[in-house]
């Protein structure tokens, strides 16, 4: 067997390097490195949560339009946890883009009265703006009806959130929800039945199904709030499973839910809807959720 010329070696060693060029190394599991001395850099994946988004667009119902919080049977918009700019509240959309930013890139599409049905086209609202973060707090008027028989149903409730969901997805996959509990309303009944004009401006038919008849402790009336109680603990558990499949989405953990308000943060024009110094802990609950490293068990 003759040996190959030094020529015929040669030849070889150029195909052999014009192959491993055309299929790009990809053969050894992986291009080789950079020489040393340039500027190339492994690119690295962007965090799927960003802690800092340059725009907010709020949806939700009364308590997002800070409704009572200024004058009575009135939105107060400037005093809203979410997109307000007075200076005592603090909105989350201030803390997250300061005072200016705020006023150019925040937007606030909340309606007072809204129920979770009404999130879909609220959604489709906000996902029109292109924000990179979507405020979510609704659900108190679901439970909130002129009698427990009324609320609406669990599932329905789940058809409609996965709804909204997916109406922002379609249009903005990668804009960023935070979701808000609905807040304790058997708390809103212990706390603000102990003074008599809140419990004179309940008799208007402010949340009948949890709030009629504030003085009655017979049986009925306490499997009536039990009753309230209990669709308001399912609500939560539904925003919670769906946020948690959608990987942009953060629940804050029953912190609304299991913040132990007092009558200081309730409007006194109704003693039901939050105060200035009500939204204010709102702001800070969203705040903390949203600039947290990670997912947090709990945020108080």
Known sequence: MRKRSSRGRAAAAVVAAAVLGVAGCDAGGGSSPAPEGTKARAARPAPVWNRSPASIAAVGDSIT????????????????????????????????????????????????????????????QAAARGPELVTVMVGANDACRASASAMTPVADFRAQFEEALHTLRAARPKTQVYVASVPNLKRLW??????????????????????SDADDLTGAATLRRDQVQRR???????????CAKDRRCRFDN?????????TDQLSHWDWFHPSRDGQARLAAI???????PRPVAQVR
């Open 232 to 242: 308001v603990v399912e609500y939560n558990k539904v925003l919670k499973e769906v």
């Open 286 to 292: 969203a705040y903390r959720t949203i600039i947290a």
């Open 65 to 124: 339009r800070g409704f009572d919080a200024c004058t009575v049977l009135s939105d107060c918009p400037e005093v809203s946890w979410a997109t307000g700019s007075d200076a005592k509240v603090d909105s989350l959309a201030v803390r997250l883009l300061g005072v200016t930013g705020a006023a150019e890139r925040s937007w606030n599409y909340a309606q007072t009265g809204a129920r979770m049905a009404d999130l879909p086209g609220q959604m489709a």
């Open 190 to 211: 212990s706390e603000g039945r102990a003074d008599p004009l809140g419990k004179q401006v309940w008799k208007l038919g402010i949340c009948p199904s949890m709030l």
């Open 254 to 262: 029953n912190a609304v839910y299991d913040y132990r308000f007092d």
